[in-house]
């Protein structure tokens, strides 16, 4: 017994001694299957970092204590999967459930429309567009009194575009809007034109803020004359004549999609989509063209979330 012990022992040695000095390495032995638990190292601060955040990005607001608590439990007892963080975005995104404001769908359909006028109208409050819409109202009903039908069909034209625009939450909650058609109101009214004076500015601005880009010189040339002289040219594959049909060629191409895509991310991560990020984010949001389908993809990932 203590014979065979000893040369037990023994061998033991041998194979050190080889290890060392014969420049023998160990086998590595790589065991499939056993990832590492990496969300179960993640703390809760970060996790109520991470929903804090997308409250303020989906609903335009904090949580609530109860809020809080209520999803940072469900997203740490689900282990912080992407399908958990799902759950909880599409509570803010879809549910009908009051809350002390209103439902978590109006907030989130409200905080849109405010993002939306902050990338087209500077952020224009409602009261302001009221005011506007409130004076050509005004002033077509004064033009219908006074006989000037012509005045009358362009105010009442004009201040029927701002009510639009104030509509643009709502319509867009009720499915009577899609964000493609909102993006149309935002440039299509008295307010756009204000900011983007001229013809040359409303160019520049209506490339810039859908696409992230300013037009190449042909396109430029097309859109000028169709705007300034109601010359008809052909914008992404659509004709165009007028300041109507220029803004849907605007909306109505894929360029457009890219674009929706690129601001969530600037929005949401201040940088651009990758290649591959714009494709993905695209993939979906170009059938649904919902802008939830984009949010959804940021806002589940590791990244976003801070882990």
Known sequence: MHCNRKIHVTLQIACFMCLVFSGCKPETFVFEDNAIPHYDEISTILVQNYVNRYYIDLIGREPNDLEMARDVQILEEGDLTASIRLQVLDVLMTSTDSTDQSTYTT???????????ARFLEGASDALLESRYGLLRGMAIQDSLNGNFAGYTINQAASERLRLVLLCDEDLESNALTVREACGRMLWNSIYDQINMNSFNFIQASFDDLYQRFPTQAEFDVAYGVI?????????????????????????????????????????????????????GMSVFSTTISVADIQRVVLISDEYAGF
């Open 107 to 117: 907030q989130y359909h409200q905080k849109l429309y405010t993002d939306l006028k």
């Open 228 to 280: 300034e002289n109601n010359q008809p040219g052909i914008l992404f594959g659509t004709s165009a004549q007028d300041k109507p049909s220029y803004v849907d060629a605007l909306i109505w191409n894929s360029e457009w999609d890219e674009g929706m895509v690129r601001w969530q991310y600037r929005t949401m991560l201040a940088r651009d989509p990758s290649d591959q990020e714009t494709l993905e």
